[in-house]
């Protein structure tokens, strides 16, 4: 089966571009996505490409030579260069997995800042099988596991909805406590947790509230945890969570890199912490830590009040405060978000810490499902790693490789 595969320069294969040039001012809040290779850096109202692009980050921290597909109809940084795959030789699927096995990273020149050139890229070796069939069929498989890993975080995003609607529904409409001085049952919940609510409003700084609910602040629930270290062997062996690994309006943490790429400003955090994206918070990166692990200044890193975790989790998620941390930033370049003095002085109402805790109940279950699910994705997409490199050297036949999938699935 092995003389059915062709060894060629990736020249023979696809062309190059370098993505555009997108000054930090000129992206926007909401539109299409811009996309540089490490995540999506903000939104234009157009786009460069309808369907998704190959492509492989040429500079950048920590992910040069790491190869991606971007999301569709988006724009893409010139942290990456374009792959367009020759259809006539190869199936952009399989080439994608073809690169994912090879060595990219070899690529890297620089000393101080690593990148990649579009010359090197031409001439890197890429073994193909001659049959198109044969190619779409191995690149199946392994496009099988990340549609599962894909329906993994679909779930979660599910379960993100229906507690951010929650959130909203209790503490920021206030529909229970509507709906029990209308003479109504509130909706969805049971007697015991209906009979927690108030029957009135009464007067506060924020106008009508729910009577025996407290004015006070984010700083109330939320407490910075200022832990600063070093690189050292403790925070090698400690996963490290950069704010560009925190997803854009997600509550679930889905990547992070190996501790020995953890090199400078960094902070501690520990499970159950809240960790928020400080610079250019706009991009609302907010997201609960299911681990112990260091991250680097640019994400304040928040201890939820025992008492109100769930709550102080969603009220730091809302849009509410995504705004306030936007509106009193500093720096016109790079905003930053301040916690002390600032982002911890915004409003809030507080309930009493029996409906806190009565939310909890409600919404742990959830997260807690939502965190396996995002390990159990993980542990689909290091076996789908360990297939790569065996499929894209003909060294596992696809019977064996099929089997092994439904292993790892089961």
């Not at 571009?17 to 850096?41: C, D, H, M, N, T």
């Not at 984010?218 to 090698?236: F, I, M, N, W």
Request: charged share 20%.
């Amino acid at each position: 089966m092995r003389s059915e595969w062709t060894e060629f320069p990736l020249s023979e294969l696809a062309t190059f571009r370098y993505g555009k040039f997108l000054p930090k001012a000129a992206l926007q809040e909401r539109g299409y996505p811009v996309f540089s290779g490490y995540g999506i850096v903000g939104f234009l109202p157009d786009f460069q490409f309808k369907e998704p692009q190959l492509l492989i980050v040429c500079r950048g921290e920590g992910g040069t030579g790491d190869v991606k597909m971007s999301p569709a109809t988006c724009s893409i940084t010139n942290l990456s260069i374009v792959i367009s795959p020759k259809e006539s030789r190869v199936v952009r699927s399989f080439l994608y997995w073809a690169l994912k096995a090879g060595d990219t990273h070899r690529l890297r020149t620089g000393s101080a800042q690593a990148q990649i050139v579009i010359g090197a890229l031409e001439k890197f070796p890429v073994s193909i099988p001659s049959s198109l069939d044969t190619q779409r069929s191995i690149a199946s498989v392994l496009d099988a596991l990340d549609a599962r890993i894909a329906l993994l975080h679909r779930t979660n995003t599910t379960f993100e909805k229906i507690v951010q609607a929650l959130f909203k529904s209790w503490f920021i409409d206030f529909d229970p406590v509507h709906a029990k001085a209308d003479g109504r049952e509130p909706e969805g919940v049971n007697a015991a947790t209906a009979a927690l609510f108030p029957t009135e409003f009464e007067e506060s700084v924020l106008g009508l509230i729910p009577k025996g609910w407290q004015v006070g602040r984010l700083g109330d629930v939320l407490r910075q945890r200022v832990e600063r270290t070093k690189p050292s062997d403790e925070t090698a062996a400690t996963p490290y969570v950069p704010i560009e690994c925190i997803s854009s309006k997600s509550v679930f943490l889905t990547e992070f890199f190996p501790g020995e790429q953890a090199r400078s400003s960094l902070s501690l955090f520990r499970k159950g912490d809240v960790l928020f994206g400080a610079m250019r918070p706009y991009f609302h990166k907010v997201c609960l830590a299911p681990f112990d692990g260091v991250t680097r200044t640019t994400a304040f890193v928040l201890q939820p009040d025992a008492r109100y975790r769930a709550f102080a989790l969603f009220a730091a998620f809302h849009d509410s405060t995504i705004e306030y941390a936007t509106t009193h930033s500093e720096g016109s370049t790079i905003p930053y978000a301040k916690w002390t003095g600032s982002l911890e002085n915004k409003a809030l109402v507080i309930p009493p810490a029996a409906i806190a805790a009565a939310f909890e109940a409600i919404v742990a279950p959830l997260l807690d499902a939502g965190i396996h699910n995002t390990e159990r994705a993980k542990g689909l997409a290091d076996a789908r790693d360990a297939l790569v490199p065996r499929l894209m050297t003909g060294k596992l036949r696809l019977p064996e490789a099929e089997d092994q999938i439904e292993e790892a699935i089961a």
